[in-house]
């Protein structure tokens, strides 16, 4: 993971600003910094979005796919992460340097979505334990200063609703076998339900209090962080304590009671945001990436 | 599917001989006693069985059982750390692998590491590296191997407090002893230290459900892991801790009591004469 | 003082004690350590059973699994043993796929399988050419205080004999098997090989089941298998200094007595859980 080194004055400063609820940067303890996203960055995949936080930049791109369904459980689809953490985002990634980090990301990604409700697997069956729709998504980070797991989330969320999955029409012939037929219009397709995916919170201890979207600088002060993933409703999907510190009782239900406000209230100016953009159709002017 | 060449294959493909079973698996009761026997709704964990420094070649080592989860722990070090390119050699590294046995699930597991063999060995990492001085071992390193010989669910938990009485035991210097407990919870009702087939039956459509890890440290009263998954709401998650945690003080004195019978087996007490 | 020779000068250590025809651990040269065996403690698995050879820890579990026979072979089932050295088990192995001994040892265990005809393939075969059984025996080593091969077969062979598989018919109208786990039976062994391992000292010195010291220290080794006849089934001797027929002879004729006392171990092993339940 990136890491800066901050020396032990810089550490006291950051310390006692965010016992008196004002950072480095002028934020509160529970302030988002800037954030920006666009959806459609990418043509070529069935959904994608940018999101930057500060410096945290990540591209995510969905590809829906035909594949066979889990035996387990044959009439749903499923999702599959993956993280790449490339070498642009920092010298550390370089070679096989980013593969703990990209694995720890998506495993914790994996547990976030193993519930029934974020994401709706049933329509995402075609035919009961033949075919069913399978969607990659994948994660690219392109900067890292801090803050990955939300910043991700968010991206996750927007690309999701971006996605759109091509109609399928089976049409079954006499001997009773399928064929599978995919809409020639474009405009032809499906859409998922986002309303209940999960945001991930991240909330670093430092000193007595804690903090929302921590900076590199600030991660370096605090002991451990708690990931918290919540619903629009405030479900929590996943929580994992991360880092090499140990948390007190009392302050884990403060920050889980603290993460399940902030992860709710992000929900609603997400999905307005991401509704705008879309209504603004073919007349958006496209950012991009230098942008 | 990377092709094993390094060991002996058997045809492409087999299947488990449960896929056709004749009969439909049992599913369990979400209300009413636990197949066990086990109290729902209450702190009823698993009677235990503790051994430490089993294994002659390692430096300290644990075994425990509870029902029919067994695994075994043995931890190595401290040695020369073999990264030599960490930026901070102050502090000692702890090196955690957790692998499970082909046998030890109802379905046959390859001997390939899977991904979620290796989320284990990090949570386990996560989990006991708050427990350890490790300040007192500069450039070096602790290795912490688990092996999973039979998996009836709880896995993680059971190997947490395993590792840390394997670390007691090789004499690291250690803040205190880490002890896991994990419970699920199913719409109203809960289970502690949920079985295999508990932790996996996914009953219908019902929302609150998951399944809840916590390592604990029980005299300092710090939390040094802590995973859950599925969907919850947040008081859940806070009964839900507060009840791994009484989880881990009743598991306390059994872990103590084996420690000590261990020092006091290598070190008998001078006799009184 | 002892401590410090030991750890000094290891071989003359040994030398001193071999001297007066015993060993460190105080046993004399042709004994072999004390064995016990727990048969059937891991339910998950089809079969298993643990040995301990001293301090030698090494655990087996058998897991059964359908598949289609091989073309050439329509008739009978497989047997898939590997040896697995994990990290868990002594400093000296690291962490990733088989080294070299764990390669060799699965090697071993796979000849002295085929060579000891222990289970006849063919009772693995279900439906000629369609279905048949796969015995994947996993031998896992727990702790490596020498004398590996030797655990490693007794659990094996042990693990066979608790091994009970369900029994299986295939439908005829939809042609897919039908497993009813209420009726398991076991399997039929047909012969009980059981390793005995030596080591060679100084060119002439005979060892009975050395410690991970003693054939770290030893000039040879060699494992010889013996099934309940006094039939040879395996003779493996890899490299080391040469050894007259005379001491060949003699490590057989041990090697037929240590089959007899491990057969009458697993039986009365077997015989106890029976009892018990």
Not at chain 1, 182 to 211: A, E, F, Q, W
Not at chain 2, 59 to 78: Q, V
Request: aromatic share 4%.
């Amino acid at each position: 993971m990136a890491t800066v080194q901050v020396c032990e004055a810089e550490k006291v400063y950051i310390l006692h600003g965010i016992r008196d609820d004002l950072r480095v940067d002028g934020r509160g303890c529970e302030d988002y910094r800037h954030m920006e996203i666009e959806t459609d960055v990418v043509s070529n995949t069935d959904g994608s979005a940018k999101v930057t936080l500060g410096h945290t930049a990540v591209l995510v791109g969905i590809k829906a796919e035909i594949g066979k369904p889990r035996p387990m459980v044959p009439d749903e689809g499923y999702l599959e992460f993956f993280v790449d953490c490339s070498a642009n985002a920092t010298p550390e990634f370089e070679g096989r340097g980013g593969e703990e980090l990209g694995m720890e990301l998506s495993t914790t990604l994996y547990k976030v979505f193993n519930n029934k409700h974020s994401v709706d697997l049933k329509s995402l069956c075609i035919t009961a334990a033949e075919h069913c729709w399978v969607l990659y998504v994948d994660v690219l980070l392109l900067q890292c200063d801090g803050n990955l797991y939300d910043a991700i989330s968010i991206a996750i969320k927007a690309a999701l609703f971006n996605t759109k999955i091509p109609r399928v029409h089976i049409s079954v012939d006499e001997e009773g076998g399928k064929e599978i037929e995919l809409s020639d219009d474009p405009y032809d397709c499906m859409r998922l339900d986002v309303t209940n995916v999960p945001c991930i919170v991240t909330l670093c201890k430092v000193g007595h209090r804690h903090v929302v979207d921590a900076t590199l600088q600030e991660k370096a002060c605090s002991v451990a962080s708690l990931i918290i993933s919540v619903t629009q409703k405030g479900t929590i999907t996943c929580v994992r304590k991360v880092g090499g510190g140990s948390l007190d009782p009392e302050s884990i239900f403060e920050m889980t009671e603290a993460g399940k406000r902030v992860g709710k209230a992000l929900h609603a100016p997400l999905i307005k945001l991401l509704q705008q953009e879309e209504s603004l159709g073919k007349k958006r002017q496209k950012v991009g990436f230098l942008g | 599917m990377p092709t094993d060449t390094k060991r002996l294959r058997g045809p492409d493909v087999s299947k488990s001989p449960s896929l056709y079973f004749s009969k439909p698996p049992a599913t369990v009761a979400s209300h009413g006693p636990r197949a066990d026997g086990r109290q729902r709704d209450q702190v009823d964990i698993r009677p235990i069985f503790v051994r430490c420094g089993l294994v002659s070649q390692a430096k300290g080592s644990a075994y425990i059982e509870a029902g029919n989860t067994k695994l075994m722990c043995c931890a190595y070090g401290p040695r020369e750390t073999e990264r030599k390119d960490e930026t901070d050699m102050k502090c000692g590294r702890l090196i955690t692998d957790m692998r499970f046995a082909p046998f030890s699930c109802p379905e046959r597991t390859s001997w390939i590491q899977g991904t979620q063999d290796r989320d284990l060995s990090l949570m386990l990492q996560e989990s006991l590296q708050p427990a350890i001085c490790l300040h007192k071992y500069p450039r070096s390193q602790i290795e912490v191997n688990v092996m999973v010989l039979e998996n009836n669910g709880s896995v993680l938990a059971h190997a947490i407090t395993c590792a840390s009485l394997a670390l007691a035991d090789a004499g690291i210097e250690m803040y205190d002893l880490v002890l896991g407990c994990s419970m699920r919870q199913d719409g109203a009702s809960y289970v502690v230290d949920p079985s295999y087939i508990e932790e996996s039956s996914c009953s219908s459509d019902r929302e609150n459900q998951g399944c809840l890890t916590v390592a604990f440290l029980p005299s300092l009263n710090q939390i040094s892991g802590l995973q859950s998954d599925g969907e919850m709401t947040e008081a859940t998650l806070t009964t839900g801790v507060r009840t791994c945690i009484e989880g881990c003080y009743k598991l306390y004195p059994v872990i103590q009591q084996a420690l000590a019978s261990t020092v006091r087996k290598a070190a008998p007490p001078p006799s009184e004469s | 003082m002892a401590a410090g020779f030991k750890t000094a000068e290891p071989l003359e250590y040994h030398r001193s004690f071999l001297k007066e025809n015993c060993r460190p651990d105080g046993r004399v040269l042709s004994e072999f350590r004390t064995t016990t065996l727990n048969i059937g403690s891991i339910s998950t698995a089809d079969g298993s059973a643990l040995v301990k050879v001293g301090s030698t820890t090494v655990i087996c579990g058998i897991k059964a699994e359908l598949a289609n026979p091989a073309v050439e072979t329509p008739g009978k089932g497989y047997i898939v043993p590997n040896v697995d050295l994990p990290p868990l088990c002594s400093s000296r192995f690291r962490p990733g796929p088989p080294g070299e001994q764990a390669q060799a040892a699965s090697q071993f265990i796979a000849d002295v399988i085929e060579s000891s005809e222990v289970i006849d393939t063919e009772d693995l075969c279900i439906e000629r050419g369609k279905l048949c059984w796969v015995l994947y025996c996993d031998i896992i080593c727990l702790d490596y205080d020498g004398n590996i091969l030797d655990a490693c077969v007794i659990a094996l062979l042990a693990a066979l004999k608790n091994t009970k598989l369900p029994e299986v018919t295939v439908n005829t109208e939809t042609s897919t098997p039908e497993v009813n786990v209420e009726k398991r039976s076991l399997l039929h062994i047909h012969k009980h090989p059981v390793a005995a391992s030596f080591c060679v000292f100084d060119d002439s010195i005979l060892i009975v089941d050395p410690t991970d010291e003693e054939e770290k220290l030893s000039t040879a080794q060699l494992t010889v298998v013996t099934d309940e006849e006094g039939q040879l089934c395996s003779v493996h001797k890899p490299g080391g200094t040469s050894l007259s027929g005379e001491k060949l002879q003699e490590c057989i004729s041990r090697a037929t007595a240590r089959q007899r006392e491990i057969q009458k171990l697993i039986d009365k092993v077997i015989k106890s859980i029976k009892t018990a339940k």
